[in-house]
């Protein structure tokens, strides 16, 4: 089921990326600066969207997806190297990247916070984490509703949690956000994050 999922990813997400996600996608990762790394890249969804950064570092475990989306790599305006890994161990040194972007992909990594101490550490300090998410609903019918769709849904949508508490895990990791917009419903959020690991490094508040 997860194979099928992920072949046929595109297919089911294109009505989305055209009446919703695509104009969304334009306008967070046209921010990124510097060198940025991109966390669970997919297909390359993102890829033809990055005008302003120097170069970019796309992290993806998946095979099937990994392959689909190195054509839109090689088409990108800017450079973009594509490595199979996983969130949760970066192959990559402490302060390498100045931004990190991630776009629907903290639902369905197996372990959420390991994949935040990995993105906090290979950030700068002061860099910038930009991301937009779907999340659990604080609502007691419509967020118990996802609690309980979600172990159907992991099974059908390759690993997708419905009700991640990603804004709660990212400020867990110690990261602060500036910058935060809540769309149809609160269900999805677009939120820009900045590494303060300089000020937990030195005592400072």
Not at 16 to 41: M, N, W
Not at 44 to 54: P, W
Request: charged fraction near 20%; include cysteine; charge should be neutral.
């Amino acid at each position: 089921m997860r194979s099928f999922f992920h072949k046929t990813y595109d297919l089911w997400m294109r009505p989305l990326e055209h009446y919703a996600f695509g104009a969304i996608r334009k306008r967070l990762i046209g921010q990124a600066r510097g060198k940025v790394l991109e966390i669970g890249s997919g297909t390359g969804a993102n890829f033809k969207y990055y005008k302003s950064a120097n170069q970019v570092v796309a992290v993806e475990p998946d095979e099937v997806m990994l392959k689909k989306s190195l054509p839109l790599a090689e088409a990108s305006a800017v450079p973009i190297h594509v490595v199979r890994a996983g969130a949760e161990s970066l192959p990559f040194e402490e302060d390498t990247f100045d931004c990190v972007a991630g776009t629907l992909v903290f639902c369905t990594i197996p372990d959420p916070m390991a994949a935040w101490r990995e993105i906090t550490r290979v950030c700068k300090p002061g860099g910038h984490i930009i991301l937009m998410e779907h999340v659990r609903i604080s609502h007691p019918v419509w967020g118990t509703l996802q609690d309980w769709l979600t172990p159907w849904w992991k099974r059908c949508c390759g690993g997708c949690h419905l009700n991640r508490t990603t804004l709660d895990d990212l400020q867990q990791a110690g990261l602060h956000i500036i910058e935060l917009e809540q769309m149809f419903n609160v269900l999805f959020v677009i939120a820009k994050a900045v590494n303060n690991k300089a000020c937990a490094m030195s005592g400072t508040p």
